[in-house]
């Protein structure tokens, strides 16, 4: 029997996988619909393909005819009934049998009677999707790998009811993608999952049973077994929500324990941390999707909410022992100070207790207060304050010790110590001057005014403003971002923005030549150089 020959390929589902399917069939040289649920996304969807062949051309392995010619041939469509006269449609929506079962009757009602049809899916039966058509004999499974451009197979599943013309003329189509086929007969996660899957879930239970920790089990596998990465990695990039529904076909359709999910990867799921997608898995991921070390980012919390976290000598005593402690933890890479409760981060030394003070006290008071702020300047690591209300006083002090501030909308700054009959005493004068200008911190210490967040972000004295609730998050975000880079190189940059500020820029200038010097050589600018040259995240160990 003679199958169709495929001209125009239709592609249902404008995700990742989608779209990488368009982009692999399109620069074949077939003409590709792409639908999703409404012409917007399907236009987005394309737009991004086109991008994306531009890189190519920017890099060298696409002629600008090439990309130009296969965008051409990218045809966004409002939905599955601009189908009719594709030649195959590859459907690649969400995997999930009642959506897959609905849609693959949807395309069967529009497509020409000989077309094919094939599910990109990784593990719902094939046989069950082609039996809701009335074309059964020209339905398989088309099981292409994430990232579809650059992975070389395509798994091809052959329903019950496949005819062999059906399955020669898919083969022919996936290697014409430049793909390299194997055959899989319907069976519960085809070959590649029923391998994968059973593999991540174990080093789940290894997990689990506190065998090693996530580091380590992928670091071992990687190492000793050569992957391009660790099993917890690749399960939290696939998504553990995808691997869980895959688990849970494998386990309920065969119906051996061995394929059974691990409590651990159902309560992730639970809990809303999915993986990379998510920002969260078995690993925590920047904005950029950049894997974050966790326990690298310290906070301090100034905990005397009933006070507004007034310092008092106990509290400013233990903050110096506190930051003592950080200063010999290794592993530490950012430090966030906030204040406990939503009123303030610190509404000022404790004017209870300056009120009976000595001179020669209140110099002590000072001294540790400013030794305190010394600490955290100096600390090998960035310190950001999230001020999260009354930042007055020595507690705006303390805010500017750090080495920059983030607010909330509702904060309030200032330098109020006039009213009291004294002056900052913990390094607000010079460091608000060198942080605002001479003029600004003058007029604010002469006035003992009180300013927002608004006026603060305009003059300069926080980087940030967030609302509330999202002031915290956002900070422990950059802190991460910070977390991600060379502790080396930052703590030089530190180290030369803040001694530069008090020499001659000739001087500054030479400070800078010896610490970008001195970082050559160290483990991380070679790991981040060759990280670059090689096209892959840096991993910085601070050597
Ligand atoms: C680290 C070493 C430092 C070396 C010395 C450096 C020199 C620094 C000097 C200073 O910081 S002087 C203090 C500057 N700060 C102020 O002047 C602000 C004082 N507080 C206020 O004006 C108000 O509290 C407020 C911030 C405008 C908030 O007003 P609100 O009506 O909302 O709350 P309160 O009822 O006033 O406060 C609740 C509770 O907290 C106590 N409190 C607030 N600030 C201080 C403080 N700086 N010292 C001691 N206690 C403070 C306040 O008395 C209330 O307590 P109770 O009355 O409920 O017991």
């Not at 069950?128 to 992975?151: D, I, S």
Request: aromatic share 4%.
């Amino acid at each position: 029997m003679m199958t169709i020959e495929i001209r125009t390929v239709g592609v249902l589902g404008a995700g990742q996988m989608g779209s990488g399917i368009a982009q692999v069939a399109a620069t074949a040289g077939y003409t590709v619909k792409l639908a999703d649920v409404d012409l917007e996304r399907a236009t987005k969807a394309t737009s991004k393909i086109a991008a994306m062949l531009g890189k190519l051309v920017e890099k060298g392995k696409l002629t600008a005819e090439a990309a130009e010619a296969t965008a051409k041939r990218l045809i966004p469509v409002a939905g599955i009934a601009d189908f009719g006269d594709c030649d195959l449609v590859i459907e690649a929506a969400t995997e999930n049998v009642d959506l897959k079962l609905k849609l693959f009757a949807a395309c069967d009602a529009a497509m020409k009677p000989d077309a094919l049809l094939a599910s990109n899916t990784s593990s719902i039966s094939v046989t069950k999707l082609a039996a809701v058509t009335k074309r059964p004999g020209k339905v398989l499974g088309m099981h292409f790998m994430n990232p579809v451009p650059l992975m070389r197979l395509v798994e091809i599943v052959k329903a019950v009811q496949t005819e062999p013309e059906t399955y020669t003329t898919i083969k022919e189509a996936a290697e014409k993608m430049g793909k390299t086929v194997v055959t899989s007969n319907d069976a519960p996660g085809f070959l590649v999952n029923r391998i994968l899957i059973p593999m991540l879930c174990e080093a789940m239970f290894a997990v689990q049973e506190g065998v090693g920790t996530p580091e380590d089990i992928d670091t071992g596998a990687k190492l000793g077994l050569n992957p391009p990465m660790g099993p917890l990695e690749l399960a939290d990039l696939i998504g553990l929500d995808t691997v869980l529904a895959i688990a849970n076909v494998l386990y309920t359709d065969i119906g051996d324990t061995k394929y059974r999910a691990p409590t651990l990867l159902k309560n992730l799921v639970r809990a809303g941390w999915v993986g990379k997608k998510g920002g969260r898995g078995f690993y925590v991921y920047d904005e950029k999707g950049q894997k974050v070390p966790e326990g690298f980012v310290g906070t301090i919390t100034l905990n005397r909410p009933d006070k507004l976290n007034a310092l008092n000598a106990e509290l400013v005593g233990e903050l110096h022992r506190v930051l003592a402690e950080i200063r010999r933890d290794k592993d530490l890479r950012a430090l966030i100070v906030t204040g406990a409760g939503d009123k303030a981060f610190a509404a000022g030394a404790d004017i209870a207790a300056m009120s009976t003070m000595t001179g020669p006290e209140a110099k002590a008071f000072g001294e540790l207060g400013h030794a305190v702020g010394a600490q955290m300047e100096t600390l090998a690591i960035p310190v950001i304050a999230a001020v999260n209300g009354f930042a007055l006083g020595g507690g705006c002090e303390m805010a500017l010790a750090c080495d920059f501030i983030h607010a909330s909308t509702k904060a309030k700054f200032g330098q109020p110590e006039v009213n009291l009959g004294v002056i900052p005493g913990f390094g607000g004068t010079n460091r608000l001057a060198r942080r605002v200008g001479i003029g600004r911190a003058r007029e604010l210490c002469f006035t003992g005014d009180v300013i927002g967040a608004e006026e603060a972000l305009r003059i300069g004295l926080v980087n940030g403003i967030h609302a509330p609730e999202e002031l915290l998050g956002k900070v422990k975000e950059i802190a991460a971002k910070i977390a991600t880079k060379g502790p080396l190189a930052v703590a030089q940059a530190k180290r030369v923005l803040l001694r530069g500020l008090d020499v001659p820029l000739p001087t500054a200038n030479e400070l800078e030549v010896q610490a970008f010097a001195a970082l050559f050589g160290s483990e991380d600018q070679r790991e981040g150089m060759a990280a670059f040259l090689g096209k892959r995240p840096a991993n910085f160990v601070g050597r």
